[in-house]
């Protein structure tokens, strides 16, 4: 859900948010893992797809977006109209996205960020914004990771030069025919 958040209330809003899934399981990962997406998303009625997305964007809004920020904001180069803009670039696709592909609470909080950059009034306040963003969004990551089939790549095997050159080889050999 949409609020009129000030940058104040949404650094509260994301730290009540991180206390609550530390150690308990965020409800729309509890969702995912048992086949509710709350959308369409997901090809021929599956959700496999949309978790593999989703633990993609997840981990890059973790790992690079949030960690690049936090650095950015730390040097004097890179000054708060400009720290605003990359944020609000650097997350335009997630924002329309993370909902839609079942993280439905973490897709609201990028929502409510996406419209509150404009309010943020200095570089600490943001450094603060862009910090507990990094810690929500790695915690995410965690719980997805924990729900991830991983199993499931033993049907995908590894092909060795050996089998990869007798599979070319046969497809060679089917296309001359």
Do not use: W
């Given at each position: 859900m949409m609020?009129?958040?000030?940058?104040?209330?949404?650094?509260?809003?994301?730290?009540?948010?991180?206390?609550?899934i530390w150690l308990d399981e965020p409800h729309?990962?509890?969702?995912?893992?048992?086949?509710?997406?709350?959308?369409?998303?997901?090809?021929?009625?599956?959700?496999?797809?949309?978790?593999?997305?989703?633990?993609?964007?997840?981990?890059?809004?973790?790992?690079?977006?949030?960690?690049?920020?936090?650095?950015?904001?730390?040097?004097?180069?890179?000054?708060?109209?400009?720290l605003k803009i990359m944020l609000k670039r650097m997350?335009?696709?997630?924002?329309?996205?993370?909902?839609?592909?079942?993280?439905?609470?973490?897709?609201?909080?990028?929502?409510?960020?996406d419209a509150l950059i404009e309010k943020i009034e200095s570089k600490s306040q943001f450094e603060e914004l862009i910090d507990k963003m990094f810690t929500l969004t790695n915690r995410y990551q965690m719980w997805l990771h924990q729900i991830f089939p991983w199993g499931f790549g033993k049907f995908m095997p590894r092909r060795s030069p050996e089998q990869f050159a007798e599979i070319a080889a046969k497809l060679k050999n089917k296309a001359e025919t």
């Open positions: 609020y009129n958040y000030t940058v104040p209330q949404f650094i509260e809003y994301l730290e009540k948010q991180i206390n609550e729309d990962i509890f969702c995912i893992k048992n086949g509710y997406l709350g959308s369409e998303a997901g090809c021929d009625g599956q959700f496999f797809s949309p978790l593999v997305m989703l633990s993609g964007e997840i981990r890059c809004l973790g790992t690079h977006i949030f960690a690049d920020l936090s650095v950015f904001c730390r040097q004097e180069q890179f000054t708060l109209d400009l997350i335009s696709t997630d924002v329309g996205v993370i909902g839609f592909f079942g993280l439905r609470s973490y897709g609201e909080t990028l929502k409510n960020l």
